[in-house]
């Protein structure tokens, strides 16, 4: 309720406004009434008033003197709202009442539409100054938040750089003890989901983060950030993920620190539990204390590695598999130090697979595009992904060198497929069925066709088909539009486009200029 203020010297006057605003506002305003300025003065400075009422002439302290005083007393645009009654012969005291920002004047004998209308204005001004008050609040607020933000975010992509002073005064704001929580979705293609979105999907979780975190950042990976008073908030919000089965949801926390300054650390440690939910798809949730001790480590595997390398391009794929899990201790890997997966990771990129293209060349573009993908394990969400990607690797690199070895001592097998292509390019033919009517791996035949004879499989298929085609349309036995089906073309516009593109004319240009060219040899023969 606002508080108002009736002061006038007649009772009659004073009780009769207080009665017809009650009626009216029933609840709106809790009304006091004053006899002179002097007594309304005493009860302004007992309790605040918001609209203050009152006649201009009055005993021991006029309505004029009042108002000096009320001006006095308050702070520019904190004091009441001000609204005069007046006689016609006190119009001149009303005019002069508006430097001390009167709202409006009242002229006796007092109608009850203006005295309300009044009310109204004053209402609807204090409603649009709050309104304004609360949306200038929320924005130097949401400022606030934002540089606030950006001063701990910038700590999180400093490397051996001091923190500023404007971020050491941030640090010293969080509460203590805090946690850092790092935070991931990745989606089932293992594509990766914007921080904005984590932290909606979060708050249809838990609702809004800010009521349980003090802290959402956004780190230079794009990770979302989250900074809690306390291990709680990330504790319920693994529960509350688990019951809605979100196995997309990652996240890593750092141990509690009553030091501001560890902030940075703190980050660390939670970027690094969150690598540890590569090792299992059931460690969605890691905690920074569970992982620091107590991991398995193992010496470099050199000679398992070593063997490796000498098994590609013999055809030992099950013995190879399985050198491949002692190299990775498999069977203890849910208890090993992270670091020694990355080393062997690296081992295996460095003296396996390097090695190999060093020797034997570059393979295919799809081992090629495989191996850029393996040389990382953080290229996939779960470990077991990655070993199967990098099994299939070392098989397609196995073939590939046995196909390699295999296109260096014997000619047969290419020579065997012209031969198959010579007598098939008729029939709807790819390189697939090709390759297995010669017994070989698709991506060595691929390389090994191109080597042989200089083109592509589908170009050297084109040539023979365009090759067969000219004889027919040479001969002109059959109609134009046959000739495309007899050499194995699907329809008639992809013959003439390919004839095209190798001859430089269309099908029906080449038959009527191989037609000129006979009559003109018959012509000659006749003369």
């Excluded at 539409?113 to 304004?132: M, T």
């Excluded at 902030?263 to 690598?275: D, G, H, T, V």
């Amino acid at each position: 309720m606002k508080n108002l203020l009736i002061v006038d010297d007649e009772r009659m006057i004073r009780q009769g406004l207080k009665a017809m605003i009650e009626r009216e506002y029933p609840s709106r305003y809790n009304i006091a009434l004053a006899s002179n300025g002097a007594e309304a003065l005493e009860l302004f400075r007992q309790e605040r008033r918001d609209i203050i009422i009152t006649d201009i002439r009055m005993p021991v302290m006029d309505g004029m003197a009042l108002l000096e005083n009320l001006s006095k007393e308050s702070l520019p645009g904190e004091g009441p709202a001000v609204v005069i009654l007046s006689g016609f012969d006190d119009f001149e005291y009303a005019k002069n009442a508006i430097r001390h920002r009167v709202k409006d004047y009242l002229l006796k004998p007092i109608r009850r539409e203006e005295l309300f209308d009044i009310l109204e204005r004053i209402n609807e001004e204090w409603k649009s100054r709050e309104s304004s008050a609360r949306r200038l609040a929320q924005e130097q607020a949401g400022y606030r938040r934002e540089l606030r933000a950006a001063r701990l975010g910038g700590l999180l992509m400093q490397e051996d750089v001091e923190p500023s002073q404007e971020q050491l005064e941030e640090l010293h704001k969080l509460e203590r003890p805090f946690s850092v929580g790092v935070l991931n979705y990745y989606y089932n293609d293992g594509t990766r989901m914007k921080p904005g979105e984590v932290q909606g999907l979060i708050e249809r979780l838990t609702g809004p983060l800010e009521q349980k975190f003090m802290e959402i950042l956004t780190d230079w990976e794009g990770k979302l950030v989250l900074v809690a008073g306390g291990k709680e908030s990330f504790l319920e919000l693994t529960k509350q993920a688990a019951a809605k089965d979100l196995k997309g949801l990652t996240a890593g926390i750092g141990r509690s620190t009553g030091n501001p300054e560890d902030f940075r650390s703190s980050y660390k440690e939670a970027c690094r539990a969150l690598q540890y939910t590569f090792l299992s798809p059931q460690a969605n949730f890691v905690d920074y204390e569970s992982i620091r001790e107590g991991r398995l480590s193992f010496a470099s595997p050199e000679k398992e590695l070593h063997k490796l390398l000498n098994m590609l391009g013999t055809d030992r794929e099950k013995e190879m598999k399985a050198l491949l899990g002692v190299i990775f201790q498999t069977e203890h890997l849910s208890e090993l130090d992270l670091s020694y997966l990355e080393s062997v990771g690296r081992s295996i990129n460095e003296r396996v697979l390097d090695e190999i293209f060093r020797v034997h060349g570059e393979a295919s573009v799809e081992v090629l595009k495989l191996y850029r993908t393996v040389g990382n394990l953080y290229n996939f969400r779960h470990f077991h992904d990655y070993y199967r990607a990098l099994e299939h690797l070392l098989i397609s690199v196995n073939d590939y060198i046995i196909g390699l070895r295999s296109a260096h001592t014997e000619h047969a097998d290419m020579r065997k497929a012209l031969d198959y292509i010579e007598v098939n390019y008729a029939r709807p033919l790819n390189m697939a069925m090709v390759s297995n009517h010669v017994s070989l791996n698709y991506s060595y035949f691929s390389e090994a066709f191109k080597a042989y004879t200089g083109e592509s499989f589908v170009l050297y298929l084109k040539k023979v088909r365009i090759r067969h085609a000219k004889t027919l349309l040479a001969e002109n036995l059959i109609k134009l539009g046959e000739v495309s089906e007899a050499v194995g073309f699907e329809n008639s516009k992809q013959f003439t486009r390919v004839f095209k593109e190798l001859e430089g004319i269309s099908p029906g240009e080449y038959r009527a200029k191989r037609l000129m060219e006979q009559g003109s040899g018959r012509t000659g023969e006749d003369s």
